[in-house]
Every structure is written in C-alpha cells, then in structure tokens.
C-alpha cells in the first residue's frame, strides 16, 4: 500500500509557528519550507530540535521523530509551472488531478513536461520521480467527467499519460462497486496492453 504525506497548515502551539498565510505568489516558498520541516521531523537521528527562522515558518526546537516505521513518499499536487519545477527538488513525487488541468490530457502533457525540466535541472533522473494521477470517476455514459465514453477510451486515454507525462499509477474516485470492478478487470489489463506494444 502506498503512504504519502501532504503540507498543510497545522501547528503545534508554542513549537513552530506561520506569521501570515503566504500571498498566492509566495506559495511555492512556503511550500519549500514547509516540506523542509517535515524531513527534519521525521529525521530522530540528529540530537538537536528541528529549528528554522523561515520567511513563513518559524520552528524553535520541535521535537524530532519518532522515524516512520516505513519510507513515507511526500507528493506534490502541482499545476503551474514554477512549482512543477521544483517538485523534483524538494518532493518524492507528483501527484496532481486531471480535472484540474486545462485542456485535459494535452494540459496534463504539458505539466509533465515541466517536472521532466525539473528533474534535469536538478540532477535527477526524471524517470525517479513517481508520478500518480487522480482521475477521479469516470463516466461510462459520457459526459464531464475527466474520463468519459466506452471502457476502450479510457483505456486509451490513460495509455497516452502513461507514455507521455509518464504517470505510472492511477488512482480512481468514488465508491462505485461496478466502476470499480470494470476499471480493475478491463481498464487496467488494456492499459497495460496498450503501453505495452507501443513500447515494443
């Protein structure tokens, strides 16, 4: 089962604190600081308490640990470019909704793109960077749905981001027992074949 962590805006009174909440512009820095915090967190090895005199986060001596029983990915929901740019530098992964993205698929294309420029800037493989996708639930009838038509459509939607933005898991909305089961017995297995022979 995977685990992820996300940064939010929860504090510990008298530990670490936020002066104000970071202007749209600056919410990039803050999200840099913020994971930082989490990493020195998490990280029981060094003695001291974690410290930062951050423009947004100000921790003074929070305690350290414990460490995490298994390795906890942090994945970042991006969509612009900037802090696409940086989720290879500060993140173990992308994890965005494709609802969110204008223009659907080819937006989605276009951010991957930028995660992959990322990556080489940062000296990092692009192809190490995990990158999920939540897709929602889909609509078999059609409609506005992020995914919509016949189970082949899907199927051949979901190849394209594999092979291009280079998703490599999907995660599906919604508690539909039927969506459910025909994603996992017809989507997946055609997604895979599709991918598959493209790649051969």
């Known amino acids: 089962m995977a685990r992820r962590t996300g940064a939010g805006s929860g504090r510990i009174p008298g530990r670490h604190r936020s002066d104000r909440r970071p202007a749209p512009g600056e919410s990039v820095d803050a999200l840099v600081e913020a994971i930082t915090i989490i990493r020195e967190i998490r990280d029981p090895e060094r003695r001291c308490g974690v410290r930062m005199d951050g423009t947004y986060y100000h921790v003074a001596g929070a305690e350290r640990g414990p460490a995490p029983a298994h390795d ?87 190849a394209e981001a594999t092979l291009e933005p280079g998703i490599s898991g999907y995660i599906l909305g919604g508690d539909d027992a039927t969506a459910i089961q025909q994603f996992g017995e017809e989507v997946a297995p055609a997604v895979r074949e599709l991918v598959g022979t493209s790649c051969s």
């Open 72 to 158: 906890i990915g942090i994945r970042v929901g991006a969509y612009r470019p900037r802090i696409l740019r940086l989720v290879d530098r500060v993140a173990d992964g992308w994890l965005p909704s494709l609802r969110a993205f204008e223009g659907g698929l080819a937006g989605l294309a276009r951010a991957g793109r930028h995660v992959g420029e990322g990556a080489e800037a940062a000296g990092r493989d692009p192809a190490s960077v995990r990158r999920l996708l939540n897709i929602g639930t889909p609509s078999p009838s059609g409609g506005s749905g992020a995914l919509s038509g016949p189970l082949i459509q899907w199927a051949e939607q979901l």
